[in-house]
């Protein structure tokens, strides 16, 4: 039996999370947390989304229960962005709006400045791993796609017309084949195909600034 996703959704208007059980892509609101605060910034354990990290305003909160209890782990950041590597699943790096580069080896519980790595994350454009990575990007009305590293891209379908402009598209942290991608108009969409055909899976949210999904081990 597949086991249940979870998606972790960042909106002007707090933290939304759903849940796919059984794989069946019936994803069904399970709960809501800071409600009134944005959420630029969310991160999944790939192997266990029961851990969970959330950019609230200036605190980035922590959860051990798959978002229904959350703790305080900084209240001194204005985080930009949260992301990590599905290979190495406890290890989150976390860039602020200065500039400034933390990374965590447990999961968020405890955070060091680091000097490696890129001070730059732009959330609308993503890969997705394999043998032929894929480059996925936000453009005009839509997603692009690239399959030769960037020196073409081809846009890519919806079942239905994006709202505003594209303001997230992710990679899952459970299979190299699935990305999700939201947008200012509230919408999530979902791709199996390596980012060649989108499937709108919700609507009427606030604006989406951050997504995170990962699969119950």
Same mark, same amino acid.
Request: glycine share 12%.
């Given at each position: 039996?597949?086991?249940?996703?979870?998606?972790?959704?960042g909106? @002007?208007? +707090?933290?939304?999370?759903?849940? @796919?059980?059984?794989?069946l892509?019936?994803?069904?609101?399970?709960?809501?947390?800071?409600d009134g605060v944005p959420?630029?910034? !969310?991160?999944?354990q =790939?192997d266990?989304? &029961?851990?969970?990290l959330?950019a609230a305003?200036?605190?980035l909160q922590?959860?051990?229960d798959?978002?229904? /209890?959350?703790?305080?782990?900084?209240d001194?950041l204005?985080?930009?962005?949260?992301?990590?590597?599905?290979?190495?699943?406890?290890?989150?790096?976390?860039l602020?709006? /200065?500039?400034?580069?933390?990374?965590? &080896?447990?999961a968020? &519980?405890t955070?060091a400045?680091?000097?490696?790595? /890129?001070a730059?994350?732009?959330?609308t454009?993503?890969t997705? =791993?394999?043998?032929?990575?894929?480059?996925?990007r936000?453009?005009a +009305?839509?997603?692009?796609?690239s399959?030769d590293?960037?020196?073409?891209?081809?846009?890519?379908?919806?079942d239905a017309?994006w709202?505003?402009?594209?303001?997230? !598209?992710?990679?899952s942290?459970y299979?190299i084949?699935?990305?999700?991608?939201g947008?200012?108009?509230?919408?999530?969409?979902?791709?199996? @195909?390596? +980012?060649?055909?989108?499937?709108m899976?919700?609507? @009427?949210l606030? =604006?989406?600034?951050s997504?995170?999904?990962?699969r119950?081990?």
């Amino acid at each position: 039996m597949a086991k249940a996703a979870l998606l972790f959704v960042g909106t @002007d208007n +707090g933290l939304v999370m759903f849940s @796919d059980p059984g794989g069946l892509g019936r994803w069904l609101r399970i709960g809501r947390a800071f409600d009134g605060v944005p959420v630029q910034a !969310v991160w999944a354990q =790939p192997d266990n989304p &029961q851990v969970a990290l959330a950019a609230a305003g200036r605190q980035l909160q922590r959860s051990d229960d798959g978002g229904r /209890s959350w703790q305080a782990v900084r209240d001194d950041l204005d985080v930009r962005s949260l992301h990590g590597d599905r290979s190495i699943p406890e290890d989150v790096t976390l860039l602020t709006s /200065s500039g400034a580069r933390l990374m965590s &080896q447990d999961a968020g &519980q405890t955070w060091a400045a680091s000097e490696s790595g /890129s001070a730059a994350h732009d959330p609308t454009r993503a890969t997705l =791993p394999g043998r032929d990575p894929v480059l996925l990007r936000a453009a005009a +009305g839509g997603i692009e796609r690239s399959a030769d590293d960037g020196a073409a891209w081809e846009p890519t379908t919806s079942d239905a017309p994006w709202n505003g402009a594209i303001t997230v !598209v992710q990679p899952s942290g459970y299979h190299i084949d699935t990305a999700f991608a939201g947008s200012d108009g509230g919408q999530i969409a979902i791709s199996t @195909d390596r +980012g060649r055909t989108w499937h709108m899976i919700k609507q @009427d949210l606030p =604006p989406v600034r951050s997504i995170a999904a990962a699969r119950l081990a």
